[in-house]
C-alpha cells in the first residue's frame, strides 16, 4: 500500500513537484476532503446568517464578538504545539521501519556456516529459518491489523505450510498452561538457538566462530522484534495527543468567526474588504489540517492506510528469498573464469548514449587544484630548541647570607620552589612560592631574634622566559651581614614578594628592616 513516486521525482524540472498535487492516492486531499468541505460549510452558514438573518443590534453585538476571537486566535500556540508533535511522530515512524525484520543477512549466515549437502543438513537450515519466520509473523499479527487478518490464529500459520501440527500444539500448551497470558513469539526463536547449538554439536558447524555469528544475528532478530512490539505497547502518551487534536479543532472552531468579513461600513480594522468566499482562511485551514493528518498517518504505520508499510509483502519476500539462498543456493556457484579486463587493471566500461553526458571524472577534493603563491610556500624559520631551553634554565643563582656565610642556591632548585608561569599557571606557582617560602621567612625570622642579630639578603636578577623578559634590580635595602650568626639559619631561603600581574620577584627585607611601604607590600601578598 506504500506510494512510492521516487521515479517521478528523479531529475528536477519545472513542474516535477507540481504533478504530485495532482494524484489523489495517498494524497493529502484525500485524507483532509471532508473537514474541508465541513468547514467551509460552516463558515458560510455563518457568514450568509451575519449578512441576512441578524438585525443591526444583533449584527453589532456579533462584529465584537468577531474581533474578540480574532484576539484570542493569535494567543493559541498552534505552530509549536504541531511541529513538535510531527516531529516526534516521525522520529517513532522511522525507527519502526528500522525495526522490520529482513531475514536475508541471517541466511546468507545460516547458508554459510551449516555445511552439509545431505537432506538432514538442508532440513536444519530451512527449519532454522522457518521458526525465524513464525517468530515474526507472531509478532506482526499482534501489532499490524493486515498480517493480523491475514493469519488470525495457529491454524492458519499450520495450514500455511510456516507451523507443523506437533508445534502448534506445543504451542497452544504452552500458552494454556502459562499463568500470565504472555506473547509466546519468542519461543520459536529458542528453538531455532536449540537448533544452532545441537548442529555444532554434531559436526554441521565445524568452527565455534559459526556458532557465535549465528547466535548473536539471532538475538538481534529477537532486538527488532522487540523493539516493533514495544512501540505497540508504548505509545506517545495519550494526554499529548489530546492536547493537540483539542488545540487544532478548537483553533478552527474560533477561526470560524474571527476570519468573519464584516460590514466594510462600520471601518472595523483589517476588515475594510468584503468577500463572500473565504480564500486565504480555507487555504490556513488547509494547512493545518494536512499537518495534524500526516501525525495521524504516520502514528501507526502498521495499520491498512496508503502510506503503511506493505507488512505482508515482507512474509511472502523473506519466506522465498531466505529458502532460496539456504537451499537452492547452498555451496553453489557459477563456474569460475576470467573476466574480459583480466590483462589489465585500468577496465575503460563503456557508456550508452543516454548516459555519455553524465560521464564526467572523479572528485579530488574542493582545495585541490588551488595554487599558492611561489612567495608564500617557504617555511619560516622555527625557533632553536636549545636555545629556548638554556633560557628558561640558564636563571642565575640566588646568593643568601645567613649568620655571616653565604650559600649558593642553583636556578634548578629555585625553580622548583616556583617559578613564574603564564596565564593560570603563573597564579598558582606564585602562591606556592609564597607560601613555601613564608614559613621558612618565620623561622628565620624567630632564629634571629633568639640570637639578637640580623641577617641580610641580596638577590640577583630572576629572568621570567614564560612571561617576559623583565626584570627588576637587586633590593637597594641590603645589610651587612653578621659573621657571628648561628649555622642553622644557613638552609634558609629569603621570603619573595609576588604580586599577580607583576613580571618579577623582589625579596623583601627581614622584619627588623621593614619599612611601612613594606608592611603594606607583604599584606597585599598574602591576600592574593
Known amino acids: 500500500m506504500t506510494v512510492s513516486y521516487q521515479a517521478d521525482v528523479a531529475t528536477s524540472k519545472f513542474s516535477t513537484l507540481c504533478k504530485l498535487l495532482f494524484r489523489w492516492r495517498g494524497s493529502v486531499w484525500k485524507v483532509i476532503w471532508k473537514e474541508i468541505l465541513l468547514f467551509v460549510t460552516c463558515f458560510c452558514i455563518i457568514s450568509v446568517t451575519y449578512r441576512y438573518a441578524l438585525k443591526e443590534d444583533q449584527k453589532r453585538t456579533f462584529e465584537r464578538f468577531c474581533i474578540f476571537c480574532e484576539q484570542f486566535s493569535e494567543s493559541i500556540p498552534i505552530s509549536f504545539v504541531l511541529g513538535f508533535y510531527v516531529s516526534l511522530i516521525v522520529g517513532r515512524w522511522g525507527s519502526q521501519y528500522n525495526s522490520l525484520i529482513w531475514t536475508d543477512r ?119 522484534n522487540g523493539t516493533l512490539f514495544g512501540y505497540d505497547w508504548i505509545s506517545i502518551p495519550l494526554v499529548y495527543t489530546q492536547v493537540v487534536t483539542l488545540a487544532v479543532y478548537l483553533y478552527l472552531f474560533v477561526t470560524l468567526f474571527a476570519r468573519q468579513h464584516l460590514d466594510p461600513a462600520q471601518q472595523i480594522e483589517h476588515k475594510e474588504f468584503d468577500v463572500y468566499f473565504p480564500f486565504f482562511t480555507t487555504i490556513q485551514v488547509l494547512f493545518i489540517l494536512g499537518w495534524l493528518k500526516v501525525a495521524e498517518v504516520m502514528l501507526n504505520p502498521l495499520g491498512e492506510d496508503d502510506d503503511d508499510f506493505e507488512l505482508n509483502y515482507i512474509i511472502d519476500r523473506n519466506v522465498k528469498v531466505s529458502y532460496l539462498i539456504v537451499d537452492e543456493m547452498h555451496s553453489k ?196
Open 106 to 224: 541471517f541466511a546468507l549466515f545460516v547458508s554459510s556456516y551449516v555445511e552439509g549437502s545431505d537432506d538432514y543438513a538442508r532440513l536444519l537450515r530451512r527449519t532454522m529459518l522457518r521458526y525465524v519466520h513464525v517468530s515474526c509473523i507472531m509478532v506482526w499479527s499482534s501489532i499490524g491489523s493486515t498480517v493480523k487478518k491475514r493469519f488470525p490464529t495457529l491454524d492458519h500459520l499450520v495450514e500455511a505450510g510456516l507451523l507443523q501440527q506437533h508445534e502448534k500444539e506445543e504451542l497452544a500448551k504452552m500458552a494454556d498452561e502459562a499463568k500470565v497470558p504472555y506473547n509466546l513469539h519468542f519461543v520459536p526463536i529458542v528453538w531455532c538457538s536449540c537448533l544452532i547449538k545441537k548442529a555444532r554439536k554434531e559436526g554441521k558447524i565445524p568452527e565455534k566462530l559459526g556458532l557465535k555469528v549465528l547466535l548473536q544475528e539471532l538475538s538481534a532478530l529477537r532486538d527488532k
Open 333 to 528: 556457484h557459477p563456474a569460475l573464469s576470467k573476466d574480459d579486463y583480466w590483462d589489465t587493471t585500468d577496465p575503460d566500461l563503456p557508456y550508452t548514449a543516454a548516459t555519455e553526458v553524465h560521464k564526467t571524472g572523479g572528485h579530488m577534493g574542493s582545495q585541490f587544484y588551488e595554487e599558492v603563491a611561489l612567495s608564500e610556500q617557504e617555511f619560516l624559520p622555527t625557533v632553536n630548541e636549545e636555545d629556548e631551553g638554556e633560557d628558561s634554565t640558564s636563571l642565575k643563582e640566588i646568593q643568601v647570607s645567613a649568620g655571616g656565610r653565604r650559600r649558593k642556591v642553583s636556578a634548578r632548585r629555585a625553580s622548583k620552589a616556583g617559578s613564574i608561569e603564564s596565564g593560570t599557571n603563573t597564579e598558582r606557582a606564585s602562591v606556592r612560592l609564597l607560601q613555601s617560602i613564608t614559613r621558612k621567612f618565620s623561622k628565620a625570622s624567630r632564629r634571629s631574634k633568639q640570637n639578637g642579630s640580623k641577617e641580610s639578603v641580596s638577590t640577583s636578577r630572576i629572568p621570567t622566559p614564560a612571561i617576559s623578559a623583565a626584570t627588576t634590580p637587586k633590593d637597594p635595602r641590603k645589610s651587612k651581614t653578621d659573621d657571628k650568626s648561628d649555622t642553622a639559619a644557613q638552609e634558609e631561603i629569603p621570603m619573595p614578594f609576588v604580586q599577580k600581574g607583576v613580571q618579577h620577584i623582589e625579596l623583601l627585607p627581614l622584619p627588623g628592616e621593614r619599612t611601612a611601604e613594606d608592611q603594606a607590600l607583604l599584606a597585599a601578598s598574602c591576600k592574593l
